[in-house]
C-alpha cells in the first residue's frame, strides 16, 4: 500500500484550525502526510512566528463531518484517543470529502509495518537503550537472589507454552517445566501461575488465567502441585477472584470456573467484582459525555458522573488492590489473583498492590519496570484495547480503557500521598497519550512474542529512551518528592476520589491553572538547585581566598566555622 493512494488532497489553503476548549483558532495551511495532519499558520495570523500544530493520524478516535448549508465547505471535528478535540474549517465541498476520508482510512491502517514508529527518527541522541534497560531476569533478582524457594524458568523462551507470556518467568524451586506446561493446559489461555511480587517478609503474590473447570469440574494435579508449592509453612493462602462467585460459576458453563475446594483445601477464595473490562468503554464515554456538557445544572452533572461507573471502578479497583496488599503484609500470607483472562482487572491489582507496598515503583524508573513486568511482558493486548478510545463506538469488542483506569488509581494515590512519587501527574497522562498513538514502538501490539517476531527493538525507538534522556526526564520530576519507605493506604471514601480533570476535561474547560501549579514549583525547584549550586561554589572560591590570606599571614576569625559549614554542605549535598 501508498500512503498517496489514500491522499486526494494532500494539502488545503485558509483552513482555520480551532482547539478546544479555546475555539479562537488560526487559518493556515493543511498538509496531510502518510502520518499526520499539519497545520501551519499564515505569518499575519500569529504574529511574527508561524504556529504549526502535528496530528498524528494514528491519535485520531472518530471524525465528524458538519458541512456547511450553502455547500461551500464545512467543518471536520477530529477528536482524539487522548481526549483532545480539533476542528478544521475547511473551505470547499470536495476539499472537506477528501480530507475527511483521507484521515479517516490513515487513522486506521490494519497494517503494523506502515505504523509511524517504524519511520520514525529521533531528534535527540539516544544515550541509554530503552528495550534493555529492564530486562527481566534482572529484575526479578531482586526478589529471588539466593532464594531457596524459587527460580527463573525459561520454559516459554519461543512462547510455546503461552504467548502472552514473557520468554522468561519465575515459578517455585520445587515444581518442574513439564509440571508448568500441564498447568497451562488447565489455565485461560495458558497462562498458568507465575510470580508477581515478594514482599520483603517473604510473602508471594501470583498471578494466572482462570482454571479451565468446565460443568465436568475438572482437575490438573500439575496445577494443584504448582501452587500448593507456593504456600510457605505456617501461612495462609488465598485466591483473589475479581468476578462475582455467581459470574465465576456461570464461566463452567463455557468451560471455565474457579479453583474447586476439594482439590484445593489450603487456599481460601476471596471474591471482589471488578466491573468488567468489556464495560469499561461505555463507562468512559459516559464520563466524557457529562465532562462535555456545559449546559447542565450541577445535580445534574454530578448524576450523570456518577451513573458513568468510571469512579465507582476506580474505587472498586483501589479497595480490591489494598485486600491483597494487607493479606500480603499483615498476614504473610501467599495469594493468587486471577479473574477470566488475567490480562486486564488482574493486572491493574498486581500493579497497584506494589505501587501500594513497594516504594521503588512510585520513582520514575520503578514505574517504568513495573509497566515493563507487569503490562508489556505481562500481556496486556495494548494494541487491540487502545484501538478505540472513549469518542469512538466499539469496532471489534476488544477495545477498553483498562490501562487508563489503571493510570487513574495511580493519580488518586498520587493526589492523597503527592510527596510519596517521583513524577507528576503529568507523566502519568503522557504515558496515557502514547498508549493511544506514538511514535515510539514500547506500546504496540498484544505481548512480548508478537514485540519479538516485529523486531520492535530493532526497528523502532522505545518510549523509555527519550524519557530517560535527562532534559525530558526533568519536565517530569516532582518538586515535593520525598522518599517515603513506608505503605501508601489510599482512602477510597467518595470524597477522596477527584475527575482528573487535567485528563478528562483539558478539551472542554481551561485546566491551564492546574497545569501551571506543576510547572511553577518545577520551576521553582529548578532555580533553588541552581541556587544551592552557586553557593557551594562562592563558598569554596571564598575557602580558596581565605587559605590564600592565611598562607601571607592574615588570620580571618570565621575561617574555621566557613571550613565546617562548607564541609557539612558538601556531605549532605553530595557534593
Same mark, same amino acid.
Given at each position: 500500500m501508498e500512503f498517496s493512494d489514500l491522499i486526494k488532497s494532500p494539502y488545503v489553503d485558509s483552513v482555520t484550525l480551532r482547539i478546544f476548549p479555546d475555539t479562537r483558532g488560526f487559518k493556515g495551511r493543511l498538509c496531510i502526510t502518510g502520518h499526520h495532519m499539519i497545520i501551519s499558520s499564515h505569518p499575519a495570523e500569529s504574529g511574527s512566528s508561524v504556529a504549526e500544530v502535528w496530528i498524528l493520524h494514528m491519535s485520531v478516535d472518530v471524525t465528524e463531518r458538519k458541512p456547511y448549508p450553502a455547500g461551500n465547505g464545512g467543518s471536520l471535528l477530529v477528536k482524539c484517543k487522548d481526549f483532545k478535540i480539533y476542528q478544521l474549517d475547511i473551505p470547499g465541498q470536495l476539499d472537506l470529502h477528501n480530507v475527511a476520508s483521507s484521515v479517516e482510512k490513515l487513522s486506521h491502517i490494519a497494517d503494523v509495518y506502515n505504523f509511524y514508529p517504524f519511520f520514525f527518527r529521533p531528534m535527540f541522541e539516544i544515550l541509554?537503550?530503552?528495550?534493555?534497560?529492564?530486562?527481566?531476569?534482572?529484575?526479578?533478582?531482586?526478589?529471588?537472589?539466593?532464594?531457596?524457594?524459587?527460580?527463573v524458568s525459561h520454559a516459554n523462551r519461543d512462547f510455546s507454552i503461552c504467548d502472552s507470556y514473557p520468554a522468561v518467568v519465575v515459578v517455585p524451586k520445587a515444581v518442574t517445566d513439564q509440571t508448568l506446561a500441564a498447568s497451562a493446559n488447565f489455565r485461560e489461555a495458558n497462562r498458568f501461575p507465575v510470580l508477581s511480587y515478594i514482599h520483603p517478609n517473604k510473602a508471594a503474590m501470583l498471578r494466572s488465567g482462570q482454571p479451565l473447570v468446565g460443568t465436568g469440574n475438572r482437575r490438573s494435579r500439575e496445577d494443584e502441585q504448582l501452587l500448593l508449592a507456593t504456600i510457605r509453612s505456617g501461612k495462609r493462602a488465598f485466591v483473589f477472584e475479581t468476578r !462475582?462467585?455467581?459470574?465465576?460459576?456461570?464461566?463452567?458453563?463455557?468451560? /471455565?470456573g474457579y479453583e474447586l475446594e476439594v482439590y484445593y483445601s489450603q487456599w481460601r477464595r476471596i471474591h471482589h467484582p471488578l466491573e468488567r473490562w468489556t464495560n469499561l468503554h461505555e463507562s468512559l464515554s459516559k464520563m466524557l459525555d457529562a465532562c462535555s456538557d456545559r449546559n447542565? !445544572?450541577?445535580?445534574?452533572?454530578?448524576?450523570?458522573?456518577?451513573?458513568? /461507573?468510571?469512579?465507582?471502578?476506580?474505587?472498586e479497583v483501589l479497595h480490591g488492590a489494598c485486600v491483597v496488599a494487607q493479606c500480603l503484609h499483615n498476614e504473610g500470607a501467599t495469594v493468587l489473583v486471577h479473574g477470566a483472562e488475567g490480562l486486564d482487572m488482574?493486572?491493574?491489582?498486581?500493579?497497584?498492590?506494589?505501587?501500594?507496598?513497594?516504594?521503588?515503583?512510585?520513582?520514575?524508573?520503578g514505574f517504568e519496570a513495573l509497566l515493563e513486568r507487569e503490562w508489556l511482558q505481562g500481556g496486556h493486548p495494548f494494541a487491540a484495547r487502545c484501538s478505540r478510545s472513549g469518542f469512538g463506538s466499539r469496532r471489534t469488542k476488544l477495545e477498553s480503557p483498562t490501562f487508563l483506569l489503571f493510570l487513574d488509581c495511580i493519580r488518586q494515590l498520587h493526589n492523597q500521598y503527592t510527596c510519596s512519587f517521583q513524577f507528576t501527574p503529568a507523566f502519568l497522562k503522557f504515558l496515557f497519550e502514547n498508549a493511544c498513538a506514538s511514535e515510539y514502538g514500547t506500546f504496540l501490539c498484544n505481548n512480548a512474542r508478537e514485540r519479538s517476531l516485529m523486531h520492535l527493538s530493532r526497528k523502532t525507538i522505545s518510549l523509555w529512551s527519550y524519557v530517560n534522556h535527562p532534559r525530558i526526564l526533568v519536565s517530569f520530576l516532582s518538586p515535593v518528592y520525598e522518599p517515603n519507605s513506608g505503605c501508601l493506604w489510599p482512602s477510597i471514601a467518595p470524597m477522596s476520589l477527584i475527575l482528573w480533570r487535567e485528563l478528562y476535561l483539558h478539551s472542554f474547560q481551561d485546566v491551564s491553572a492546574e497545569i501551571d501549579e506543576w510547572n511553577v514549583a518545577i520551576a521553582a525547584k529548578a532555580r533553588d538547585d541552581e541556587l544551592r549550586e552557586k553557593v557551594i561554589r562562592l563558598r569554596k572560591e571564598m575557602l580558596v581566598l581565605e587559605r590564600e590570606l592565611l598562607s601571607l599571614g592574615i588570620s580571618t576569625p570565621d575561617i574555621n566555622d566557613e571550613f565546617r559549614k562548607l564541609t557539612m554542605e558538601d556531605s549532605e549535598n553530595g557534593a
Amino acid at each position: 500500500m501508498e500512503f498517496s493512494d489514500l491522499i486526494k488532497s494532500p494539502y488545503v489553503d485558509s483552513v482555520t484550525l480551532r482547539i478546544f476548549p479555546d475555539t479562537r483558532g488560526f487559518k493556515g495551511r493543511l498538509c496531510i502526510t502518510g502520518h499526520h495532519m499539519i497545520i501551519s499558520s499564515h505569518p499575519a495570523e500569529s504574529g511574527s512566528s508561524v504556529a504549526e500544530v502535528w496530528i498524528l493520524h494514528m491519535s485520531v478516535d472518530v471524525t465528524e463531518r458538519k458541512p456547511y448549508p450553502a455547500g461551500n465547505g464545512g467543518s471536520l471535528l477530529v477528536k482524539c484517543k487522548d481526549f483532545k478535540i480539533y476542528q478544521l474549517d475547511i473551505p470547499g465541498q470536495l476539499d472537506l470529502h477528501n480530507v475527511a476520508s483521507s484521515v479517516e482510512k490513515l487513522s486506521h491502517i490494519a497494517d503494523v509495518y506502515n505504523f509511524y514508529p517504524f519511520f520514525f527518527r529521533p531528534m535527540f541522541e539516544i544515550l541509554e537503550d530503552g528495550w534493555t534497560i529492564f530486562p527481566l531476569e534482572s529484575e526479578y533478582a531482586k526478589w529471588i537472589h539466593g532464594s531457596d524457594e524459587w527460580r527463573v524458568s525459561h520454559a516459554n523462551r519461543d512462547f510455546s507454552i503461552c504467548d502472552s507470556y514473557p520468554a522468561v518467568v519465575v515459578v517455585p524451586k520445587a515444581v518442574t517445566d513439564q509440571t508448568l506446561a500441564a498447568s497451562a493446559n488447565f489455565r485461560e489461555a495458558n497462562r498458568f501461575p507465575v510470580l508477581s511480587y515478594i514482599h520483603p517478609n517473604k510473602a508471594a503474590m501470583l498471578r494466572s488465567g482462570q482454571p479451565l473447570v468446565g460443568t465436568g469440574n475438572r482437575r490438573s494435579r500439575e496445577d494443584e502441585q504448582l501452587l500448593l508449592a507456593t504456600i510457605r509453612s505456617g501461612k495462609r493462602a488465598f485466591v483473589f477472584e475479581t468476578r !462475582s462467585i455467581i459470574t465465576a460459576g456461570a464461566a463452567k458453563n463455557k468451560g /471455565g470456573g474457579y479453583e474447586l475446594e476439594v482439590y484445593y483445601s489450603q487456599w481460601r477464595r476471596i471474591h471482589h467484582p471488578l466491573e468488567r473490562w468489556t464495560n469499561l468503554h461505555e463507562s468512559l464515554s459516559k464520563m466524557l459525555d457529562a465532562c462535555s456538557d456545559r449546559n447542565i !445544572s450541577v445535580d445534574k452533572w454530578l448524576s450523570r458522573l456518577e451513573n458513568s /461507573g468510571w469512579l465507582n471502578a476506580v474505587s472498586e479497583v483501589l479497595h480490591g488492590a489494598c485486600v491483597v496488599a494487607q493479606c500480603l503484609h499483615n498476614e504473610g500470607a501467599t495469594v493468587l489473583v486471577h479473574g477470566a483472562e488475567g490480562l486486564d482487572m488482574t493486572l491493574c491489582i498486581t500493579s497497584l498492590v506494589q505501587i501500594i507496598l513497594d516504594p521503588d515503583t512510585r520513582t520514575i524508573r520503578g514505574f517504568e519496570a513495573l509497566l515493563e513486568r507487569e503490562w508489556l511482558q505481562g500481556g496486556h493486548p495494548f494494541a487491540a484495547r487502545c484501538s478505540r478510545s472513549g469518542f469512538g463506538s466499539r469496532r471489534t469488542k476488544l477495545e477498553s480503557p483498562t490501562f487508563l483506569l489503571f493510570l487513574d488509581c495511580i493519580r488518586q494515590l498520587h493526589n492523597q500521598y503527592t510527596c510519596s512519587f517521583q513524577f507528576t501527574p503529568a507523566f502519568l497522562k503522557f504515558l496515557f497519550e502514547n498508549a493511544c498513538a506514538s511514535e515510539y514502538g514500547t506500546f504496540l501490539c498484544n505481548n512480548a512474542r508478537e514485540r519479538s517476531l516485529m523486531h520492535l527493538s530493532r526497528k523502532t525507538i522505545s518510549l523509555w529512551s527519550y524519557v530517560n534522556h535527562p532534559r525530558i526526564l526533568v519536565s517530569f520530576l516532582s518538586p515535593v518528592y520525598e522518599p517515603n519507605s513506608g505503605c501508601l493506604w489510599p482512602s477510597i471514601a467518595p470524597m477522596s476520589l477527584i475527575l482528573w480533570r487535567e485528563l478528562y476535561l483539558h478539551s472542554f474547560q481551561d485546566v491551564s491553572a492546574e497545569i501551571d501549579e506543576w510547572n511553577v514549583a518545577i520551576a521553582a525547584k529548578a532555580r533553588d538547585d541552581e541556587l544551592r549550586e552557586k553557593v557551594i561554589r562562592l563558598r569554596k572560591e571564598m575557602l580558596v581566598l581565605e587559605r590564600e590570606l592565611l598562607s601571607l599571614g592574615i588570620s580571618t576569625p570565621d575561617i574555621n566555622d566557613e571550613f565546617r559549614k562548607l564541609t557539612m554542605e558538601d556531605s549532605e549535598n553530595g557534593a
